[in-house]
């Protein structure tokens, strides 16, 4: 397993991602509120740079206690990598697709040392 | 500690992927696994891409025939800044596919192209082929999928020749490895028979297209000659599915995720049950039929029921000698895209059914939102080697009569 340089911590702002070439393949490390987490840039779906897709909100449809609905929402404390590709989309935090969660992104280790981060793959 | 991790971070050239960036940074995930499964020397065929022929409108509409409409179309053109394009009537449902910007390829490709030589969409095109591992690709058009349902049978008629005659000289001239159908203004059978005499025979021309949202039935007597006329000169007539809101049958539909999942199988489901019964294959043994973009799930669910019914209801098909799902895996050809993979036991299945091995032929629909990849068709688990090479590129050279021999050139950057 190799080690690869992914920048200063004050580097990024929170909400910020940054795909870093480690060899023959790519890490996306992103920070959401706070905390650094980083993916491979590899969709589960077709191998797609999922890394470099849009960050977007997690969308919800608020059901009303009378079952009705009458507008989308977004969740404001889930954010979602979509790939580009096909429009797969992951919680950044965990990795999971919102649909189903048995579909994974594949983790890449991080570290964070002397105010530098650092990936493994 | 190793040495990388002590040299400066190395950030991709490409931090997000939006509608301004390069097709082949796009692509450059399938052109990377292209290599590693060895695609170089395989002959792929990618039966189904398209090019938005609307960006290029204002070249189109010099191409009408009609010198009043071709008039009244270039000034629209020239004068109505912001107007969608002449003469179209492209669905709205245009305007959803990229899930809201979040597959921008879907929504526009603005990347730069600094090559004059050749038109715009040659440079996309071929950009296209070397990221996928493509060797020839036939392109359709987008919008124009939707003229079928024009309410003037005319425009269909003004603008299919138009788009034709365009394609001819700007786009097919432009690169050997393009291909096109040509477009068959389907509504007025006869101008169809005179599209097929006029362009048939044209460079890069492999076949025929007919766009299969419209109400006109398949087994109409009045298509009887043009039937004979693209059987005589041996080239496949392409039914390309889509979807139209208009259609009263999807009517309550309100997503577009359950519109397009429809729409793209509902309207080749309706033909196909029509050509089938009434003995089209039959009667045009040698016409080979292909049906396009509509995925492959619907066409095992078309055969049973299609052969249950028909078993028990034969004297309302008299003409058929077969069961339909016969037909439907001899006479018909399928392109794979989009490949319905989350059940893999059910594609499986689907490939026997279909007689993949002879009757698929590999469709990468790109840049479209649900576009596949050659490398899908490498790792399905259930298939041999041959059979992947027929379905990437062999039945299409059997069925278009292409050389075989790849002229890509994959190689990594």
């Known amino acids: ?121 | 500690m190793n040495i990388q991790s002590k040299i400066n971070p190395q950030f991709a050239p490409t931090q997000q992927i939006d509608v301004y960036t390069d097709t082949r940074d796009v692509l450059a995930h399938a052109k990377r696994n292209a290599i590693k499964r060895g695609l170089d020397d395989w002959f792929i065929v990618d039966i189904d891409a398209h090019h938005v022929e609307s960006v290029s409108w204002k070249e189109v509409v010099t191409y009408i025939e009609d010198p009043v409409i071709r008039d009244n179309a270039m000034r629209y053109q020239m004068e109505r800044i912001g107007a969608p394009p002449y003469g179209l009537n492209g669905d709205l449902g245009l305007r959803y596919q990229s899930v809201g910007g979040r597959i921008p390829h879907q929504d526009d490709q603005r990347e730069a192209v600094t090559e004059t030589d050749v038109h715009r969409d040659v440079v996309l095109t071929r950009r296209a082929m070397d990221s996928l591992g493509v060797d020839n690709m036939v392109v359709f058009p987008t919008p124009m999928l939707f003229l079928g349902m024009h309410p003037q049978p005319e425009m269909e008629v003004w603008l299919g020749r138009a788009y034709n005659r365009w394609m001819s000289e700007r786009i097919l001239a432009g690169d050997d490895r393009i291909k096109t159908l040509i477009y068959l203004p389907f509504n007025t059978p006869q101008e169809a028979e005179r599209a097929v005499e006029e362009f048939g025979d044209n460079k890069g021309v492999i076949g025929f297209c007919v766009t299969s949202t419209r109400y006109k039935p398949v087994h109409h007597n009045d298509y009887m000659r043009l039937y004979s006329m693209i059987e005589e000169r041996g080239k496949p007539l392409a039914f390309h599915a889509g979807y139209h809101w208009q259609d009263p049958s999807l009517a309550t539909v309100n997503r577009f995720l359950g519109m397009h999942a429809l729409g793209f199988a509902w309207c080749n489901m309706v033909h196909m049950t029509n050509w089938i019964l009434n003995g089209i294959p039959e009667r045009f043994p040698k016409l080979k039929s292909m049906w396009v973009e509509s995925g492959l799930a619907w066409i095992p669910f078309l055969m049973q029921r299609l052969d249950d019914q028909y078993l028990m209801r034969p004297s309302e098909a008299p003409q058929l000698k077969r069961m339909p799902s016969e037909y439907m895996n001899t006479n018909c050809f399928y392109t794979t895209q989009p490949m319905e993979t989350t059940h893999p036991k059910a594609l499986q299945n689907t490939f026997e059914m279909i007689k993949a091995e002879t009757q698929l032929m590999f469709s990468s629909d790109w840049p479209h939102f649900d576009f596949d990849l050659p490398q899908e068709i490498c790792d399905l688990p259930f298939l041999d080697e041959q059979a992947k090479r027929n379905i990437l590129g062999l039945n299409a050279a059997r069925l278009f009569n292409l050389d075989p021999t790849p002229v890509k050139k994959l190689v990594q950057k």
């Open chain 1, 1 to 121: 397993m190799t080690e690869y340089n992914a920048g200063r911590v004050s580097d990024y702002a929170d909400g910020d991602r940054k795909v870093v070439v480690c060899g023959e393949s790519e890490v996306g490390v992103f920070k959401i509120d706070g905390e650094f987490y980083a993916w491979h840039n590899r969709c589960a779906h077709r191998a797609g740079p999922i890394c470099q897709g849009r960050i977007m909100k997690r969308v919800l449809e608020p059901v009303a206690e009378d079952h009705t609905v009458r507008a989308q929402a977004y969740d404001e404390a889930e954010f979602n990598i979509v790939c580009p590709w096909h429009g797969y989309e992951y919680s950044i935090k965990t990795g999971a697709h919102q649909g189903n969660p048995r579909i994974r992104l594949r983790k890449a280790e991080i570290s964070i040392r002397d105010g530098e981060i650092y990936v493994r793959v």
